[in-house]
Nanobody, 111 residues
Framework: QVQLVESGGGLVQPGGSLRLSCAASRSISGIYFMGWYRQAPGKQRELVAT???????NYADSVKGRFTISRDDAKSTMYLQMNSLKPEDTGVYFCYAYASWGQGTQVTVSS
């Protein structure tokens, strides 16, 4: 098991950018699959982006071309660069790895 801590959320205007980080309590070099998920108020948690140990990525259609997932195994950290943010991107963002979830970080996109 691994403990995950997200950071980097906040309030941003439409069109703005945020970079989320997910710091793991131990090395992630052996973790094959990691991902970012989000949950908007009143909605189910949904997949945003995933990345494998080899660097293969997958994105939800709603964020393709705007979000970029990456991982730095040396720092035991996963990232989500979010550009051109829209109000519908608002929600709590969670990272997932090795059957563990972080506590989430709030992202609010509003003018």
């Amino acid at each position: 098991q691994v403990q995950l801590v997200e950071s980097g959320g906040g309030l941003v205007q439409p069109g703005g950018s945020l970079r989320l980080s997910c710091a793991a309590s131990r090395s992630i070099s052996g973790i094959y699959f990691m991902g970012w998920y989000r949950q908007a108020p009143g909605k189910q948690r949904e997949l945003v982006a995933t990345i494998t140990q080899g660097g293969s990525t997958n994105y939800a259609d709603s964020v393709k071309g705007r979000f970029t997932i990456s991982r730095d195994d040396a720092k035991s950290t996963m990232y989500l660069q979010m550009n051109s943010l829209k109000p519908e991107d608002t929600g709590v963002y969670f990272c997932y790895a090795y059957a563990s979830w972080g506590q989430g970080t709030q992202v609010t996109v509003s003018s």
